[in-house]
């Protein structure tokens, strides 16, 4: 295949690729429509993923990972994306919570959580949005209390946690009064263990149930209603309170390549069903592929499918060096999700009539793609990102 192709792969991670295509091929996209149609959890490709080792991807082999890099991980949340959005979406909290552990966990945490989130025995939720809150996560109202005994109680209700329900262990983030000047230096996460299922999964949090959506289907978005939750010191993230947000924002950078990833596989995909469907719909006698303004489109489309794959894994690469790259996850993130939604509707057009059917694969594409501009933070937040840092870079001597 000429499109989404890397240069510069190992012989492992090329393998690795090989076996995830294979299974999204195989398991995937034959049952995908059914499955989103009927809002199901899509469990047995789940347990196909955790065979295959994805679940602990990233996480280091002293910890019962496979050790590879995000690029490597990246790359197979396109792969599977291009199957189904959904099922990367149940990947992809559980690896952020994951990645958050590895970075800044004690040894403690790391030893008690890691092995089995490798296995998927543990799987991680992230939760940091609020329902009043969107963007500004400087205004989160769930707060943690110190009590006497250096436990914490936790009340507040947190919005849009992917994998709420199936999930056993979550990423809270959280006020807490350090004392500190900035807002920024008093947020704490914490790691709050629970039942799989909803309703009250843990003394003092409940589940309530799943929040129906557009698009984005199977996998099970919920709220989390926190009411003097109790949790011991043992479970801030890398034992120290104070340090949540700049931990949160380490994970929203992963996230955020996880995301233009996600659209960079919608998009592919939704070439790959509009270039064959143009071969075989015929208008005037001859193929539509022929018509030279079907070729136009699919060109426009297979370019912003190249030059979204090349701009998320540049993001990936340089996150594997341990640099900060916010703008590069950023324009990553915003390139890739605009770029998806355009190629979705191109395809969409291509298909005609039958695009609007939802027997055809693309009506689908067309809901999940619109979750690509909001997931992760929206375009403009990215252009804010990326503006801040640009005039910061290029700012004039005074």
């Given amino acids: 295949m000429r499109l989404c192709s890397t240069e510069g792969l190992t012989e492992d991670q090329t393998e690795i690729l090989k076996a995830v295509r294979a299974f999204v091929d195989k398991e995937i996209i034959p049952v995908a429509n059914d499955l989103e149609h009927a809002d199901e959890y899509p469990a047995e490709i789940v347990e196909g993923l955790k065979e295959l080792g994805v679940f602990g991807l990233m996480i280091p082999e002293e910890y019962g990972g496979l050790g590879e890099s995000l690029l490597t991980y990246a790359l197979c949340v396109e792969e599977i994306a291009r199957g189904w959005m959904s099922v990367s979406g149940v990947i992809n909290t559980h690896f952020i919570v994951a990645y958050m552990l590895m970075q800044h966990g004690t040894e403690e945490q790391k030893q008690h959580y890691l092995p089995r989130m490798a296995t998927g025995e543990v799987r ?83 589940i309530p149930g799943k929040i129906d959506k557009m698009g984005y289907k199977g996998v099970d978005t919920t709220e989390a209603v926190f009411n003097d939750h109790r949790v011991g010191a043992g479970q801030v993230l890398g034992g120290e309170p104070g340090k949540g947000f700049y931990q949160m924002m380490d994970g929203v950078e992963v996230g955020r390549v996880n995301v233009a990833a996600r659209a960079c596989g919608i998009a592919w995909r939704a070439f790959e069903l509009a270039v064959a469907y143009a071969q075989q719909r015929e208008t005037f006698g001859k193929p539509i592929a022929q018509h030279q303004a079907i070729q136009f489109r699919l060109a426009e489309m297979a370019t912003k499918v190249e030059a979204a794959h090349t701009m998320m894994v540049r993001a990936g690469r340089l996150k594997d060096t341990g640099k900060r790259m916010d703008v590069e996850a950023g324009m990553a993130k915003m390139l890739a999700s605009e770029y998806c939604n355009e190629v979705v509707e191109a395809s969409f057009r291509i298909h005609g009539g039958y695009g609007y059917s939802k027997e055809y694969e693309i009506e689908r594409l067309y809901r999940e793609s619109a979750f690509m501009l909001i997931g992760e933070g929206t375009s403009d937040i990215q252009k804010m990102i990326i503006g801040r840092a640009l005039l910061k870079d290029y700012a004039l001597p005074r």
């Fill in 124 to 206: 991680g939720a992230f939760s940091m949005s609020e329902p009043g809150l969107g963007s500004d996560v400087s205004a989160i109202s769930t707060k943690a209390t110190r009590l006497d005994d250096g436990s914490y109680s936790i009340t507040g209700q947190k919005m849009w946690l992917t994998n709420g329900g199936t999930s056993t262990l979550i990423a809270v983030l959280t006020r807490t009064d350090e004392g500190a000047e900035s807002v920024y230096k008093n947020m704490t996460t914490f790691l709050v263990e629970k039942e799989p299922g909803f309703g009250e999964t843990a003394p003092g949090l409940t």
